[in-house]
C-alpha cells in the first residue's frame, strides 16, 4: 500500500507547483532577511528566522492537508466555517488591540489571526455549497442570497477589527468563486449599480478616518500631504522607482537600509526587492505570482468535480488577490490597505494560511486522475 | 488538457468563464508590469534622485565673519556666540514645562501668552519646525537651561554668532551694522550664497565690503536614516561622506584708518552739544582718522533686532541718530567756504590780495543790504580771512563771478562724491550761473555774493571740507578718502595693502596755497581772529577758518514753537589744521545749530588737535594733561540777520 501510495505520489506530483512555491518561499526569506537587517534592535532582525519557522510549520501543515482527500473536507466544511466565525468573535474578547484594530489571538508568546484561516474557510464553505447547488443555467440575484449571506457573516466581523484589507479581500474572493458560475446578465448589472451607489454612503459611513486619509493621499502621494497620511505610498515608490534596471544590490537599498520603508517586513516587502533588485527582479517575482495563479486555474480546470475545481479557483483567488493588491499598493496604483505578499510579508498566520492553500492545490492537482 | 476519460466531465462548465479569468489575470498583472516600467524605467531618473535626496542631508558650514580693526589694533567689530532658545511645539509639555520655562527666561506675560498661542496653533508638520521663543539670553539663562536640559523637553539652546561692537556708538555710522537678511531679499540674494537668517551688512563698511567680510559657507553631506540621524560614511553606489565637504572660508579682516582713540577724543570735546559731527584726516594721505557724527545709535542693538520701543526712539529722535553728519548729509559751509572764493581770485590774479576794501558792516547791493558781523574797517584779503569780513567777499565776488568760483570748488572736490565707499554719500552743491537760469530763468548777481560767503546754495560735506582743506595744506593735492587700510587673512598676513590714492593736483599755484595756510594761522593767534578765542597756550600750532552758516528759516510745526528758536540758529563750523607748518592733520567739526563757528565750533577743534597732537610732541614720559572744553554751552537765540564770520 505504502509503495503504491509512494508510487502514485511520485506520479501525480505537482511539481511545478511546489518549485514555484519554493522558490517564492525562499526568495521570500533572503528579502525579508535584507528587509530586516538594518533594523535597530533584535526584535525585528531575527524575523527571517521565525519566518523559516513558520514556513516549516506551514508546510507540514500542507502535506497533511495535501494527504486526506479533499472530497473529505467537503464534509467538514460548514462546520469550519463555523468554528472559524466563532474565533473571529473570540477576537473581540481575547485579542490584542495593535495599532488601533484587534485582529489576534494570542496563544502563549504567538498571536493567531482567525481572519487569515477565513480565507481558506471560506472557499472551503462555498466550494460545498456549489458542489451541492449543480445547476448549469444562469443565477439570478435570489441565488446568490445564501452564498452572499456565508460571506457576509466574516466580512462584518473582519471590518469591525477593523481590518479593510481582509475583508475586500474576502469580498473578492467570493465575487471571484461567484463569477465562475453562470450569472444572469441583469443580475450582473444589478450588482454593478449598487456596488457603484454605495461607494460614497461606504465613504461617508463606514471607513475611518485614518483609511479616508490613506484614500485622499493615495493620489499623489508625494504631494503636499506627504506628512499626514501619504510618507508610507510616497517612499515606497521612491524604493521601487530608484531602483532601475537591475537594483542597488541585496543589502544595499538604500530606502531600506535607512529606515525610509515602513512596515518593510510586513506590507512593503515588494519595495524592498524592488529597490535591490530593480525592474528584472520585481519581473521575475511578478512572473512567479502569475505563473502560481495560472496554475491554480489550470488545476481548477482539471479537477474532477466540482468541489475540486472551486476549491482551486479560491486557492487561485487567494494569491491573486493578495499579490495583486500588495504590488499595486507598493506601486501606487491602488491607495495602501494592510494586504500581505503571499510568502513574502513576514506573518505566522498569513505563511500558514498561504502554505495550506497550497496544500490544497496540491491535494486537488494530484487526484485529478483518481476515480472513486 | 482534455481528459480522455471523461469526454462531460461536471466541471466543464466553468471552462468559457476560466479562460476568462486566464484573461484577466493576465490583463491585471500587465498592469502591474506596466506600472513598474514607469517606475523603474521611465521615472527611475525622478525617484533615484529623492532617495538620494532622502539619506543625505547637508550640514551648512557656516563662516565667521571678517575682524574689523583700527589703525591700532583696537577691535571695533567682532563675534560672538549668542544663545537662542528654540520650542518644538510636538515635543513639550505646554502645562508642565511653559511655566518653569517662562519664569527662568524672565518672560513678560504677553510673551507667554504669544507662545501659548503659537504652541496651540501649530499643527501637523508646523508642529515639528522649531520655533524662536527668546533670542540672545544670559549667561546665568544659559546656566539654569543647561541645569534643567534633561526635563525640558521640545527646548533647544542653540548657539549662533552675532555681531559685537566694542565701542558702541562710536563710529558706529562709518562701521555700519548687520542684520538678517529678509524673505524678500532671499530671493535675490539665494544665488549668491545667502541663506536664511544670514546677516548682511546694511550700512557703512559692513555693507561696502560686505563681499571681503562675509567669507563663504562650507558644507558637509552626512548619510542619514529616516530619524535624521548620521548613519554611516558610506552608502553603496554613493560617494563617501567626506568627500562630500566644501570647508568654509572666514572672512577677511578689515584694518581701518580709523583711530578709535581719536574718536573717543572727538566724543569727548562734543560734550554739552547734542547734535553735530567731525572729521579728521591725515593732510597728507587723505586716510580718514575719525568720522564721527552724533547723536549715533548702537549697533549692537540694531543688529540683534531692535525691539519696537527701541526703533520708535531712534526714528522718532527729532536729532534723527540714524543720519551720517558727516558723509550723508551736507550743509552750507558758511565762511569755511571763504577760502576757495580767495584762491579762486588768486589763482586768477583777478585781485592783489594787498589791496584793502572798506567795511562799513554794511553793503549795498542794488536794493538789497548786505550785512557784516562787525565794522572790520580797512581789511585786505589777509585780514579779511582772519576777521571774516563779509564786504571784502561780496565786493571781490564781483569780480571772481559765480562761475569761476564754481569751477574752483569742483576742482577741489565739491560738488561731487568723494569716493569714501560708504553708505549713501552725499555730493553737496555747487550752484553755476546756468543752473540758476535754468533753475529760476534768470540769474541774480546777488546770488554771487552769497556763494561767496559759503551761503545761498551751496552746500558741502565734512569729508569734502576736510578733503579740500587737506590739498590746500598740503600743496595742492586732493586725495581719495580712505578708510580701510588693508585687508588681512584670519592669521594676519596681509592680503591687500591699499597706499593712499590721489584724485588730482589741483589747479592752485603752491605760493597761493601757502598763503593760505599761513594766513588761516592767524584766525587763532591774531587777537582779531575769529577763533582767537579758542586758542590754548602752549598748544600745537594750528590754523583754521570758522563759519557761521545761516539756515533757512524754518517753522517747525509739529515741534515745540519754545524749541523753534534753536532750529533757527546758524550751524557753527571750524576747519583747522595742525601744526601750521608740516601739517599732520585737518579737522572739520559742524555744530548743528551750534551758533557762532568761533565760539562753538573752534574750541572743539582745538582741543581734539591738542588732545590728539599734543602728547606726541612733548616728552612721552611727562605727557600732556589735556584742556577742557572751553565751549559755552549755546545760550540765547541769535538775531536772524545774515551775519558769516
Redesign the interface.
Known amino acids: 500500500m505504502a509503495t503504491v501510495l509512494g508510487q502514485r505520489v511520485r506520479e501525480a506530483f505537482d511539481w511545478p507547483l511546489f518549485v514555484t512555491t519554493c522558490a517564492i518561499a525562499v526568495v521570500g526569506v533572503v528579502n525579508l532577511y535584507s528587509a530586516t537587517s538594518a533594523a535597530p534592535g533584535p526584535a525585528i532582525a531575527d524575523l527571517y528566522i521565525q519566518q523559516i519557522y513558520w514556513l516549516a510549520l506551514g508546510a507540514s501543515l500542507a502535506v497533511l492537508a495535501a494527504a486526506v482527500d479533499y472530497r473529505h473536507y467537503e464534509r467538514f466544511g460548514y462546520v469550519a466555517f463555523g468554528i472559524g466565525l466563532a474565533a473571529l468573535m473570540l477576537v473581540f474578547l481575547l485579542g490584542r488591540n495593535i495599532r488601533g484594530s484587534q485582529r489576534w489571538i494570542p496563544i502563549g508568546s504567538f498571536s493567531f489571526q482567525p481572519s487569515e484561516f477565513m480565507k481558506i474557510l471560506l472557499v472551503i464553505a462555498l466550494a460545498k455549497y456549489l458542489h451541492n447547488d449543480?445547476r448549469?443555467e444562469g443565477r439570478t440575484l435570489k441565488d446568490l442570497v445564501v452564498p452572499g449571506a456565508i460571506v457576509a457573516v466574516p466580512i462584518v466581523l473582519i471590518l469591525r477589527q477593523p481590518d479593510l484589507g481582509t475583508a475586500s479581500i474576502l469580498a473578492f474572493i467570493f465575487a471571484?468563486i461567484m463569477?465562475?458560475?453562470?450569472l444572469k446578465l441583469r443580475s450582473l448589472l444589478t450588482i454593478a449599480v449598487v456596488f457603484a451607489a454605495s461607494v460614497p454612503l461606504t465613504w461617508r459611513y463606514l471607513l475611518h478616518d485614518y483609511q479616508k486619509r490613506r484614500f485622499e493621499s493615495f493620489l499623489d502621494p508625494?504631494g503636499e500631504r506627504v506628512?499626514?497620511g501619504g510618507w508610507h505610498a510616497c517612499?515606497s515608490?521612491?524604493?521601487?522607482?530608484?531602483?532601475?534596471?537591475i537594483g542597488?544590490?541585496f543589502l544595499?537599498g538604500?530606502?531600506n537600509q535607512?529606515?525610509?520603508l515602513p512596515d518593510q517586513h510586513s506590507d512593503f516587502p515588494f519595495a524592498v526587492w524592488?529597490?535591490e533588485h530593480?525592474?528584472f527582479g520585481?519581473?521575475a517575482l511578478?512572473a512567479l505570482?502569475?505563473f502560481l495563479?495560472?496554475w491554480a486555474?489550470?488545476i481548477?480546470?482539471?479537477?474532477?468535480?466540482?468541489f475540486?475545481?472551486v476549491l482551486s479557483?479560491g486557492m487561485g483567488a487567494i494569491f491573486?488577490w493578495h499579490a495583486?493588491i500588495n504590488?499595486?499598493m507598493v506601486?501606487?496604483?491602488l491607495p495602501v490597505v494592510g494586504v500581505t505578499l503571499p510568502l513574502f510579508s513576514y506573518g505566522g498566520s498569513s505563511v500558514v494560511t498561504v502554505l495550506l492553500a497550497i496544500g490544497l492545490l496540491m491535494n486537488v492537482s494530484m487526484r485529478?486522475?483518481v476515480f472513486q | 488538457m482534455k481528459n480522455l476519460l471523461s469526454p462531460r466531465r461536471e466541471v466543464d462548465e466553468f471552462r468559457p468563464r476560466l479562460r476568462a479569468m486566464v484573461v484577466a489575470v493576465f490583463v491585471a498583472f500587465a498592469l502591474l508590469l506596466g506600472r513598474l516600467v514607469q517606475l523603474q524605467v521611465l521615472e527611475s531618473d525622478h525617484w533615484s534622485a529623492r532617495a538620494r535626496g532622502n539619506v543625505m542631508r547637508t550640514i551648512e558650514l557656516r563662516s565667521t565673519r571678517g575682524i574689523i580693526r583700527d589703525r591700532l589694533g583696537n577691535t571695533v567689530a567682532t563675534n560672538r556666540p549668542a544663545f537662542n532658545v528654540y520650542i518644538t511645539p510636538a515635543y513639550v509639555d505646554i502645562d508642565r514645562d511653559l511655566g518653569r520655562l517662562a519664569s527662568w527666561l524672565g518672560l513678560t506675560d504677553e510673551q507667554v501668552t504669544a507662545v501659548k498661542q503659537r504652541l496651540q496653533d501649530a499643527t501637523d508638520e508646523r508642529a515639528f519646525r522649531q520655533y524662536l521663543v527668546l533670542e540672545d539670553i544670559t549667561r546665568d539663562q544659559l546656566a539654569t537651561l543647561e541645569t534643567h536640559r534633561r526635563e525640558l523637553r521640545g527646548v533647544d539652546v542653540v548657539s549662533v554668532p552675532v555681531r559685537q561692537y566694542p565701542y558702541g556708538t562710536l563710529a558706529a555710522h562709518s562701521v555700519g551694522y548687520l542684520n538678517e537678511v529678509s524673505a524678500e531679499e532671499l530671493d535675490r540674494l539665494r544665488e549668491q550664497g545667502y541663506r536664511a537668517g544670514d546677516s548682511v551688512g546694511r550700512s557703512g563698511i559692513e555693507r561696502s565690503w560686505e563681499a571681503y567680510l562675509r567669507g563663504r559657507r562650507g558644507f558637509q553631506k552626512v548619510y542619514v536614516d529616516s530619524s535624521g540621524m548620521s548613519r554611516r560614511d558610506r552608502v553603496p553606489g554613493m560617494p563617501p561622506a567626506e568627500r562630500m565637504r566644501r570647508e568654509p572660508v572666514p572672512g577677511r579682516d578689515l584694518v581701518l584708518t580709523l583711530d578709535m582713540g581719536l574718536e573717543r577724543i572727538v566724543e569727548r570735546a562734543f560734550r554739552g552739544h547734542p547734535v553735530g559731527a567731525a572729521v579728521v584726516l591725515e593732510a597728507r594721505s587723505g586716510r580718514v582718522l575719525a568720522l564721527f557724527s552724533k547723536p549715533a545709535y548702537d549697533p549692537n542693538l540694531v543688529s540683534t533686532g531692535l525691539d519696537r520701543e527701541q526703533a520708535r526712539e531712534l526714528l522718532d529722535n527729532p536729532f534723527r541718530p540714524l543720519i551720517d553728519r558727516t558723509v550723508y548729509e551736507h550743509y552750507p559751509p558758511g565762511s569755511t567756504w571763504k577760502v576757495f572764493t580767495a584762491l579762486a581770485a588768486l589763482g586768477d590774479s583777478v585781485i592783489d590780495p594787498s589791496v584793502s576794501y572798506e567795511c562799513e558792516q554794511r553793503y549795498e547791493f542794488g536794493r538789497r543790504i548786505f550785512r557784516c558781523s562787525h565794522d572790520h574797517d580797512e581789511v585786505d584779503m589777509s585780514s579779511a580771512l582772519v576777521q571774516s569780513c563779509n564786504i571784502y567777499f561780496y565786493q571781490i565776488s564781483q569780480l571772481v563771478g559765480m562761475d569761476r568760483l564754481a569751477r574752483y570748488a569742483v576742482d577741489m572736490g565739491f560738488g561731487r562724491r568723494s569716493g569714501v565707499g560708504i553708505a549713501t554719500e552725499a555730493s553737496g552743491f555747487v550752484p553755476t550761473r546756468s543752473w540758476y537760469l535754468q533753475r529760476d530763468g534768470a540769474f541774480r548777481l546777488g546770488a554771487t555774493l552769497s556763494a561767496a560767503i559759503g551761503q545761498g546754495n551751496v552746500r558741502a560735506t565734512l569729508l569734502q571740507l576736510g578733503l579740500a582743506y587737506a590739498s590746500i595744506v598740503n600743496g595742492g593735492t586732493l586725495y581719495v578718502p580712505q578708510l580701510v587700510q588693508r585687508v588681512e587673512a584670519p592669521d594676519g598676513t596681509v592680503l591687500e595693502e591699499f597706499p593712499p590714492r590721489v584724485r588730482r593736483r589741483i589747479r592752485v599755484a603752491p605760493q597761493h596755497l601757502d598763503f593760505i595756510r599761513r594766513t588761516l594761522a592767524g584766525v587763532l593767534t591774531d587777537p582779531n581772529g575769529t577763533a582767537h578765542d579758542a586758542l590754548i597756550a602752549g598748544a600745537v600750532s594750528m590754523g583754521g577758518k570758522t563759519g557761521t552758516a545761516q539756515v533757512p528759516q524754518q517753522r517747525m510745526p509739529r515741534d515745540d514753537p519754545r524749541r523753534a528758536w534753536f532750529y533757527n540758529r546758524p550751524h557753527a563750523w571750524f576747519a583747522a589744521y595742525a601744526p601750521v607748518e608740516d601739517p599732520e592733520i585737518v579737522v572739520v567739526v559742524l555744530v548743528e545749530h551750534g551758533g557762532d563757528g568761533g565760539r562753538f565750533a573752534a574750541p572743539i577743534a582745538t582741543q581734539i588737535i591738542n588732545e590728539y597732537l599734543g602728547p606726541r610732541r612733548s616728552d612721552p614720559t611727562e605727557p600732556q594733561e589735556a584742556q577742557p572744553s572751553r565751549a559755552p554751552r549755546p545760550t540765547g537765540a541769535p538775531s536772524g540777520a545774515q551775519r558769516s564770520h
Not at chain 1, 463569477?179 to 453562470?182: E, G, K, N, S
Not at chain 1, 481548477?300 to 466540482?306: E, T
Open positions: 449543480p448549469t471571484s463569477l465562475m458560475t453562470r508625494c506628512l499626514s517612499q515608490l521612491v524604493a521601487v522607482g530608484s531602483g532601475t534596471w542597488k544590490g544595499q538604500t530606502q535607512h529606515g525610509f524592488a529597490e530593480g525592474f520585481s519581473m511578478i505570482y502569475l495563479v495560472l486555474l489550470k481548477a480546470a482539471s479537477a474532477k468535480d466540482r475540486g475545481a479557483v491573486f495583486f504590488i499595486g506601486t501606487g496604483l485529478r486522475y
